[in-house]
C-alpha cells in the first residue's frame, strides 16, 4: 500500500536513536526528507551522516528544554526542507521527583509540544498536515512509571494532542497519537531492565499475549501509516502499540 508519504516533509524531535530514530527511517524509505534534532550535537552529527544514504536528511542540536530553540529549529529545519507537512513529537524527559525536575520536564515534554506545533502550524496548514504525539501505555494504568513525571505528562500530551484534532483540524491538520507499550530498544530501559532486572524483564514479556516485547519498527509503522495521506480521515485517535500488553476492553 502506498502510505502518500512521497515528497512529503517531516520533523522529528528526539530522533538520533529508539523509536525516534527508527521513524525518521522509516520516514525516509517512504520517500519523505526529514529534519530530526536532540540534545547532543555529535549524536544528530552522526544520525544524519548515517541516514543520509536513505534520502534528504538534516539535523539540530536543540534543547527541548527551551522554547525559543524549539522554536527556531521549526523555523530553519521547514526553510532547509521547503516546506513542514509531518511534526512528530518525540521528546521526552526521564521521570524526575524533584521540582526542579518536574518543572524541566514539563518544558521538555509539554511546552516543546505546544511551542514546535505552533511554530510549524502555518506550515502545516499549507498541505493538510499530521501531528504525531508519541505517548505511552503508561498514562492508562498504573505502571514502574507512575510516581514521577514521565506518565504525568505524557498524560497531558495525549491530551493536548488529541483536542487539537477538533482546534487545528479546522485547517486540515490532523493531531493523532501513538502509545507504545514496553518497546525493547538496544542499549535504553528495557534493554537494561532485562540485564539487571531479569525476573521483572521475563514476568513483563509473560504479560505479553505474543510472549514478547515490542520494536521500534512496529511503533515507527503505525507513525508512518498516520503521517501519510493513506489516512487522511484519521484524526483524534490514540493508536495503541503493545502487543496485547494493557488488558482493557476498547469499544
Known amino acids: 500500500m502506498d502510505l502518500g508519504l512521497s515528497g512529503k516533509k517531516a520533523l522529528i524531535t528526539g530522533a538520533t536513536k529508539g523509536i525516534g530514530r527508527t521513524v525518521a527511517e522509516t520516514l525516509l524509505a517512504e ?12 549524536d544528530v552529527d552522526t544520525a544524519v551522516e548515517e541516514m543520509s544514504s536513505l534520502g534528504t536528511v538534516v539535523g539540530a542540536a536543540v534543547d527541548a528544554a527551551d522554547g525559543d530553540a524549539v522554536a527556531a529549529w521549526v523555523a530553519s529545519s521547514g526553510e532547509q526542507l ?15 521527583k524533584s521540582p526542579e525536575g518536574w518543572i524541566n520536564n514539563f518544558n521538555i515534554d509539554m511546552m516543546s509540544l505546544v511551542l514546535g506545533v505552533g511554530a510549524a502550524q502555518d506550515a502545516l496548514a499549507d498541505g493538510g498536515g499530521s501531528v504525531i504525539s508519541i505517548g505511552t501505555t503508561a498514562t492508562t494504568e498504573h505502571f514502574a512509571s507512575g510516581s514521577n513525571s514521565y506518565s504525568a505528562f505524557k498524560s497531558a500530551v495525549t491530551n493536548w494532542t488529541l ?3 477538533q482546534v487545528l483540524g479546522k485547517s486540515g491538520i490532523r493531531c493523532n ?3 507504545p507499550g514496553p518497546i525493547f530498544v538496544e542499549g535504553g530501559d528495557w534493554n537494561m531492565i532485562k540485564d539487571h532486572m531479569g525476573d521483572f524483564y521475563e514476568a513483563t514479556q509473560k504479560t ?14 503505525v507513525v508512518a501509516f498516520l503521517a501519510g495521506d493513506a489516512a487522511k480521515h484519521v484524526n483524534g485517535v490514540n493508536v495503541t ?3 496485547g ?3 482493557r476492553i476498547d469499544f
Open 31 to 42: 520517500g519523505a526528507s526529514v529534519a530530526i534534532c536532540a540534545r547532543t550535537a555529535e
Open 208 to 221: 505479553h499475549p505474543g510472549g514478547e516485547l515490542g520494536t521500534t519498527q512496529d511503533v515507527a509503522n
Open 177 to 179: 497519537v501513538v502509545s
Open 245 to 247: 500488553f494493557l488488558k
Open 163 to 165: 483536542g487539537q484534532a
Open 82 to 96: 521547503g516546506g513542514i507537512d509531518v511534526f512528530v513529537h518525540n521528546t521526552s524527559g526521564k521521570g524526575a
Open 241 to 243: 502499540v503493545d502487543g
